[in-house]
């Protein structure tokens, strides 16, 4: 049995697929267009997607399985398809085969290959040695689900679902961004990069409000913000750099603490299989995200 054909079973699981309205058939399932988790899901398989083109350029022996889920609308009914056997031409426009029979629009047909513009794609998905990369909106199905019903939909889908690795960008368009140039300069041993990567003005004003520090004023912000700083140094300088290099790193939880700070949590993933977990307070200034202190 082939990966769609258990994706799109009679069971409720596999892909989530959108539709604007009518009837919902077995194995198709509904979220409305405003559900922050799975907006949140096609936002970062777009933050991510340079990966998947590079890696669908040149695939890996491990790389065993590409496929990409797009949005189709037609005459005021939307419904999100996975495509398989994606390409991509020199305009960046994408090419697949509808991998499932849609059920709210008529202008495609499964085992149809159709050419879509790049900006209607929603989430895309690999399988590296059997293990799900990507697939952020199949992720948000799963977690809405009990323990139980995730057991059914790992065996139905036969995906390997763990945290998977994460392939963000390493600049400070991003919070993971942030967090993967600070790990940079760690593994750098350069701590003026590290400095760059940080925003102790922004950490002093949370450190004084978590102190209820009434008389947060300038000069009060700008000497913790000297004092953080300079203890950051001396950690580095006595204590060494934590090291990150041929250490994976996924991004599952991307908490919004307000509409510049975000709590990410970090899953680093280690040589020998084992893994930690942190969370890093991050912050969106005038020149772009920058790391803040580790959650307490």
């Given at each position: 049995?082939?990966l ?8 409720r699981?596999?892909?989530a ?12 399932v ?68 509808v ?18 513009d ?33 057991a059914?939909?790992d065996?139905?889908t036969?995906?390997?679902?763990d945290e998977g ?13 942030a ?13 003026e ?24 004023d ?24 934590p ?32 893994k ?9 200034g ?11």
């Amino acid at each position: 049995m082939g990966l769609f054909s258990r994706l799109f079973g009679k069971r409720r699981s596999g892909h989530a697929e959108k539709a604007a309205s009518g009837g919902v058939p077995p194995g198709v399932v509904t979220i409305a267009d405003d559900d922050e988790r799975m907006n949140d899901a096609m936002e970062k398989a777009r933050l991510t997607l340079e990966y998947f083109r590079e890696s669908l350029l040149l695939p890996r022996p491990e790389q065993t399985y590409f496929s990409v889920k797009v949005k189709i609308e037609d005459k005021g009914k939307q419904e999100y398809i996975w495509l398989t056997s994606p390409s991509f031409d020199e305009e960046g426009n994408l090419f697949g085969i509808v991998g499932n029979k849609p059920q709210f629009v008529n202008s495609i047909k499964d085992g149809q290959e159709i050419g879509i513009d790049a900006g209607s794609i929603a989430d895309w998905m690999i399988l590296e040695d059997g293990r799900l990369i990507g697939g952020y909106t199949i992720r948000a199905i799963r977690d809405r689900l009990s323990e139980n019903e995730i057991a059914d939909f790992d065996k139905n889908t036969g995906l390997n679902i763990d945290e998977g690795v994460d392939y963000f960008p390493h600049d400070f368009s991003t919070p993971e961004g942030a967090i993967l140039c600070l790990e940079d300069a760690y593994d750098e041993h350069n701590i003026e990069k590290a400095i760059a990567c940080k925003d102790f003005q922004e950490e002093a004003r949370m450190l004084l409000k978590r102190m209820n520090e009434l008389y947060q004023d300038g000069e009060i912000v700008e000497r913790t913000a000297e004092i953080l700083e300079l203890s950051f140094r001396k950690s580095l300088q006595e204590n060494g750099f934590p090291v990150f290099k041929n250490i994976l790193r996924a991004f599952p939880v991307r908490q919004k603490i307000s509409r510049n700070l975000y709590l990410v949590t970090e899953v680093c993933i280690f040589p020998d299989g084992s893994k930690s977990r942190q969370q890093l307070y991050t912050y969106n200034g005038p020149d772009g995200w920058r790391v803040l202190h580790p959650e307490d």
